[in-house]
């Protein structure tokens, strides 16, 4: 039978009461019970908590914790259906003893244990009270129906009290506690109860003796148990060392992701000595927006990958337009506003990287639906693509550019609110504003005229310091100081990507074009 055994922390008040009341109702059904049942057959009642002592010591501890699984319910069953309540009363508690040894419980615990084995077999010598019948001359048939039934109730009722102390002790659902750890004791119980029927018709047909000889179909149960949980617990071993091999593994691969995505916005950045770090920036900037607003963290790194990559399609730009410092033609602004339809279908190639694919196409969509490349108004842009592109535009207006100098912080805090409803989302940009109040300047800093300044003081920015890290610091650790084993390591995979990219960027540029 399934025995609780003492826990590590001493049971809260809410839990001694639970149990107290367990206690209280197994006393009220033996006086209720007692004194209906027929005269005390003594030697029997204790044969079969003999019976039942030994089958409990021999229980097999499975891989669930302080759980163990026994034919001691035979015993119980087979006594309460010949002997009545008196059996119960007996045998319940006996069963206990061996739990409380086994465990080292205190004398609560014991007494909770040995009132609920008692409540499982008083309810089913009350129900074959209730049913009038002398148990002793119904049919066999008969016979083996009760045993089943009044183990389904043993069953149902130990398992659940275990759970009703265990939810409270633990503070989790009691069904899902159930279901976890007893659900799947249902058909051995039925087993037991068909066990405590051999019980029986051994009793009624060779008296004591009989009882005796069922050890050998009991001892044999149990062996076959033994093997049975031996094997299973080596399964879940198994499971769970290659659990944890899958887990290590997925770490990583996810590392190894993360700096490839690291090198090739270095590599996109090196292109143009003016936009040093711009994509590091972008990325810190959008993380840190989708934090505060409150988004799951693996959709934080969707949109801090959508950072990284954002204008991973100028790689199909022409250096004389990207790089011209003077005002662009019609002609040359219409190419360059092709750029977030390459990348994302560049990106889209990529598995790992679908869903970050609408971010990097609609980064330059505007609130009003005068953005490019589809128009998109409002809400029809995606949150993450409208975070991207003010993290953009805040990292374009505070560094040196060709075209322009840096614009000093207030100038830049006055112009995203100017353009708040037209170019952004308003509210993105009260977040972005907030995130400013709380940290600081220190956050926004010129990417091209000075690129130290990624390395501010990260003790004014206790609260952002691990992303800072991360998008500079790090970055810096992990792709320009990298060891040699490592660039090794990486080699092939940035090699295969750039490879792909460059092999697909005259076709994407192609389709973009028709």
Same mark, same amino acid.
């Given at each position: 039978?399934?025995?609780?055994?003492?826990?590590?922390?001493?049971?809260?008040?809410?839990?001694?009461?639970? @149990?107290?009341?367990?206690?209280?109702?197994?006393?009220?059904?033996?006086? *209720?019970?007692?004194?209906?049942?027929?005269?005390?057959?003594?030697?029997?009642?204790?044969?079969?908590?003999?019976?039942?002592?030994?089958?409990?010591?021999?229980?097999?501890?499975?891989?669930?914790?302080?759980t163990?699984?026994?034919?001691?319910?035979a015993?119980l069953?087979?006594g309460?259906?010949?002997?009545?309540?008196?059996?119960a009363?007996?045998?319940?508690?006996?069963?206990?003893?061996?739990?409380?040894?086994?465990?080292r419980?205190?004398?609560?615990?014991?007494?909770?244990?040995?009132?609920?084995?008692?409540?499982?077999?008083?309810?089913c010598?009350?129900?074959?009270?209730?049913?009038?019948?002398?148990?002793?001359?119904?049919?066999?048939?008969?016979?083996?129906?009760y045993?089943?039934?009044?183990?389904? @109730?043993v069953?149902?009722?130990?398992?659940?009290?275990?759970?009703?102390?265990?939810?409270?002790?633990?503070?989790?659902?009691? *069904?899902?506690?159930?279901?976890?750890?007893f659900?799947?004791?249902?058909l051995?119980?039925?087993?037991?109860?068909?066990?405590?029927?051999?019980?029986?018709?051994?009793?009624?047909?060779?008296?004591?003796?009989?009882?005796?000889?069922?050890?050998?179909?009991?001892?044999?149960?149990?062996?076959?148990?033994?093997?049975?949980?031996?094997r299973?617990?080596?399964?879940?071993?198994?499971?769970?060392?290659?659990?944890?091999e899958?887990?290590?593994?997925?770490?990583?691969?996810?590392?190894?992701?993360?700096?490839?995505?690291?090198?090739?916005?270095?590599?996109?950045?090196?292109?143009?000595?003016?936009?040093?770090?711009?994509?590091?920036?972008?990325?810190?900037?959008?993380?840190?927006?989708?934090?505060?607003?409150?988004?799951?963290?693996?959709?934080?790194?969707?949109?801090?990958?959508?950072?990284?990559?954002?204008?991973?399609?100028?790689?199909?730009?022409?250096?004389?337009?990207?790089?011209?410092?003077?005002?662009?033609?019609?002609?040359?602004?219409?190419?360059?506003?092709?750029?977030?339809?390459?990348?994302?279908?560049?990106?889209?190639?990529?598995?790992?990287?679908?869903?970050?694919?609408?971010?990097?196409?609609?980064?330059?969509?505007?609130?009003?639906?005068k953005?490019?490349?589809?128009?998109?108004?409002?809400?029809?842009?995606?949150?993450?693509?409208?975070?991207?592109?003010?993290?953009?535009?805040?990292?374009?207006?505070?560094s040196?550019?060709?075209?322009?100098?840096?614009?000093? *912080?207030?100038?830049?805090?006055?112009?995203?609110?100017?353009?708040?409803?037209t170019?952004?989302?308003?509210?993105?940009v009260?977040?972005?504003?907030?995130i400013?109040?709380?940290?600081?300047?220190?956050?926004?800093?010129?990417?091209?005229?000075?690129?130290?300044?990624?390395?501010?003081?990260?003790?004014?920015?206790?609260?952002?310091?691990?992303?800072h890290?991360?998008?500079?610091?790090?970055?810096?650790?992990?792709?320009?100081?990298?060891?040699?084993?490592?660039?090794?390591?990486?080699?092939?995979?940035?090699?295969?990507?750039?490879?792909?990219?460059?092999?697909?960027?005259?076709?994407?540029i192609?389709?973009?074009g028709?």
């Amino acid at each position: 039978m399934a025995s609780i055994a003492t826990p590590k922390i001493q049971p809260a008040r809410m839990l001694r009461a639970y @149990i107290v009341t367990v206690i209280v109702l197994a006393v009220l059904l033996a006086t *209720l019970l007692v004194p209906l049942s027929p005269p005390v057959n003594w030697p029997g009642i204790l044969l079969l908590a003999a019976l039942a002592i030994l089958t409990e010591a021999l229980g097999i501890e499975i891989y669930v914790k302080n759980t163990s699984v026994s034919t001691s319910a035979a015993a119980l069953l087979g006594g309460v259906l010949l002997f009545g309540p008196m059996a119960a009363i007996v045998i319940g508690p006996a069963i206990a003893v061996v739990a409380t040894i086994k465990y080292r419980s205190p004398i609560l615990r014991f007494l909770f244990n040995a009132s609920n084995h008692s409540i499982g077999g008083l309810i089913c010598a009350a129900l074959v009270i209730m049913s009038t019948l002398v148990f002793n001359e119904i049919s066999p048939y008969a016979q083996l129906c009760y045993a089943i039934v009044a183990a389904a @109730i043993v069953y149902v009722s130990t398992t659940m009290l275990i759970a009703g102390a265990m939810s409270i002790d633990q503070q989790l659902p009691l *069904l899902s506690i159930w279901m976890e750890r007893f659900r799947w004791l249902g058909l051995h119980y039925i087993a037991l109860g068909i066990v405590a029927y051999a019980l029986i018709y051994s009793y009624l047909t060779s008296g004591m003796l009989g009882i005796l000889f069922m050890l050998v179909p009991l001892l044999m149960l149990r062996y076959s148990q033994k093997q049975y949980v031996d094997r299973t617990e080596a399964i879940v071993l198994q499971l769970r060392t290659q659990n944890s091999e899958l887990i290590q593994q997925a770490a990583e691969i996810s590392l190894l992701n993360d700096e490839i995505l690291l090198v090739l916005a270095k590599a996109l950045d090196l292109r143009d000595p003016y936009v040093s770090e711009h994509s590091h920036h972008v990325a810190l900037y959008a993380e840190l927006i989708a934090r505060e607003l409150g988004l799951a963290t693996d959709h934080v790194e969707l949109v801090r990958r959508a950072g990284l990559l954002h204008d991973i399609g100028k790689l199909g730009i022409p250096e004389a337009v990207l790089y011209k410092p003077a005002r662009l033609t019609d002609e040359e602004y219409e190419i360059i506003k092709k750029h977030p339809t390459v990348g994302a279908e560049l990106v889209q190639g990529c598995h790992s990287l679908q869903s970050i694919v609408p971010f990097i196409r609609h980064h330059h969509e505007h609130y009003d639906g005068k953005g490019y490349p589809a128009g998109l108004a409002g809400t029809a842009i995606p949150l993450e693509a409208r975070i991207v592109g003010l993290a953009d535009a805040i990292e374009a207006m505070a560094s040196d550019r060709p075209y322009h100098k840096a614009m000093p *912080l207030p100038a830049i805090q006055a112009e995203i609110k100017r353009c708040a409803g037209t170019q952004f989302d308003p509210a993105i940009v009260d977040l972005f504003s907030k995130i400013l109040d709380r940290v600081g300047s220190q956050l926004v800093t010129n990417s091209a005229r000075n690129v130290a300044a990624k390395h501010a003081d990260a003790s004014l920015l206790p609260q952002y310091a691990s992303i800072h890290r991360a998008a500079s610091v790090g970055q810096e650790n992990h792709v320009v100081a990298m060891n040699s084993d490592w660039a090794v390591s990486i080699a092939k995979p940035v090699s295969d990507l750039v490879g792909m990219a460059a092999s697909n960027l005259t076709q994407v540029i192609a389709g973009v074009g028709d």
